[in-house]
């Protein structure tokens, strides 16, 4: 990792860019992305996986900015809703490259994948089939992915487990559900099944796992060939793979996963006699995840017992994660140099509410005092599109950074935006 790896580890500027002047000239609190990291990134996936499709999703992070670089670096998309499909498209990239998901899609969702014509809808139960077959109309015909429940645990909290029955996701390949939903999609003219989708959680940081579900679909599509005939030509292995939020944490090695998932492929396949399918994958944590940054001014210091908070200018509305899965970050003292030893610290953000942490019990100087800019490295994926109007803060802006000059890719969310949206009387 470049820029926001070194911002992790200690430097104050990112992609050339002092952060503190950042935070000067777009205010506080504000998220930075490294651009040259989120394109190395994708890169990194492309060379990892030659003759694969990489789906970036969207979910993670978007902005029209993102999508274009993702497309220039010749990712895919992964979206799963009308609003997500439409930026994307809005902002140039092809419909024939992004994919649909979500466990309830809403008419504005299918018919607006319908009329933009996305390459692929991923089915994620039974009633869905008719549904999408009849929009799709007579003469018509969608690609289409079913979604699958291979029967794998993997992933950092429970909250983001989606390999197992039990949780709302995708067709069961352990009672049934799947194969008969492969049978039902088969049997509709209009609905042209391409594969077998999975994903089993996200971030996991070991490739055992997706071995194992890469296992149990092929040995799902050599059921399919058997009962049908047919040979489905991909598999879509979702994404899931995890970054480290704090130095020493561990990390997903994609390289050794897309060698893994080759070899595992093609073993698999040789054993089955099934000709090897088209791979794909679809991270979001890990492309755009390190690349970020957010940054924060310091409005009260107290000490209460032994603990001293640190509260800032954001916090739980524009990052949840903390609050939501026990995330742990690693904030650090930026802009100005330390004049006293660290000291047990607790970031708290500036909403009216006591689990609205940043992070508790980390190391920043003594001397910590309002004013001050505090920066919370890997801030990339699902703070943003996470974010929420909790106290009618507004949420904060993204600057992309790059070769030393840092430009604006979203504003931030002023008073009037919100007062806007209040009609009554
Ligand atoms: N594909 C599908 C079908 C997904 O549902 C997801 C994430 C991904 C790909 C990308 O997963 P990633 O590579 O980013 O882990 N808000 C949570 C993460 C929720 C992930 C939901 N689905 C968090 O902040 O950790």
Redesign the pocket.
């Known amino acids: 990792p470049a820029s926001a790896g070194r911002a992790a580890h200690g430097a104050l500027t990112v992609a050339g860019v002092e952060l503190a002047e950042v935070a000067e000239r777009f205010g506080t609190p504000v998220y930075v992305l490294d651009e040259g990291e989120v394109r190395g990134r994708c890169r990194t996936y492309r060379e990892a996986f030659p003759g694969a499709d990489v789906f970036y999703?969207a979910?993670?992070f978007l902005s029209r900015a993102m999508v274009r670089w993702v497309h220039e670096e010749g990712l895919g998309l992964?979206v799963c809703s009308a609003g997500e499909l439409e930026l994307a498209v809005t902002a140039g990239f092809p419909p024939e490259r992004i994919v649909l998901?979500g466990n309830a899609k809403s008419p504005r969702d299918l018919g607006t994948a319908l009329r933009l014509g996305v390459g692929r809808i991923v089915i994620d139960s039974p009633s869905e089939i008719a549904r999408i077959a009849a929009a799709v109309g007579p003469g018509g015909r969608q690609k289409v992915m079913v979604r699958v429940v291979p029967g794998v645990s993997a992933g950092?909290h429970d909250k983001?487990r989606?390999g197992t029955d039990g949780q709302k996701f995708g067709l069961s390949a352990t009672d049934g559900s799947a194969a008969r939903a492969v049978a039902r999609v088969l049997a509709q003219p209009q609905l042209e099944l391409t594969g077998l989708h999975c994903?089993i959680g996200?971030?996991i940081t070991e490739a055992e796992p997706y071995l194992t579900a890469l296992r149990r679909m092929v040995a799902l599509m050599a059921g399919v060939r058997d009962a049908h005939g047919t040979v489905l030509p991909e598999l879509d292995l979702?994404?899931?793979?995890g970054i480290a939020y704090r130095p020493g944490e561990p990390s997903l090695d994609v390289a050794a996963l897309a060698r893994g998932l080759r070899d595992g492929l093609a073993e698999a396949c040789a054993a089955a006699r099934l000709p090897v399918p088209r791979l794909a994958v679809?991270?979001?944590?890990?492309v755009v995840g390190p690349a970020g940054v957010a940054v924060y001014r310091v409005l009260a210091v107290k000490r209460t017992g032994d603990t001293l908070f640190v509260a800032v200018d954001g916090g739980m509305s524009d990052n949840p994660?903390p609050a939501l899965?026990g995330v742990r970050y690693a904030p650090r003292l930026i802009g100005r140099a330390p004049a006293a030893a660290p000291r047990t610290a607790t970031v708290v953000g500036r909403h009216c509410e006591a689990g609205d942490v940043l992070a508790a019990g980390v190391e920043l100087p003594g001397d910590v005092r309002p004013g001050d800019l505090i920066a919370v490295p890997v801030a990339g994926?699902?703070h943003l599109s996470?974010a929420s109007g909790y106290n009618m803060v507004g949420r904060p802006p993204v600057v992309a950074v790059h070769e030393g000059a840092a430009r604006l890719l979203v504003r931030r969310e002023t008073f009037e935006d919100l007062r806007r949206r209040d009609v009554g009387e």
């Open positions: 999703a979910k993670a992964d998901h950092g983001i989606t994903h996200s971030q979702g994404g899931g793979h679809e991270p979001g944590r890990a994660r899965y994926a699902y996470m």
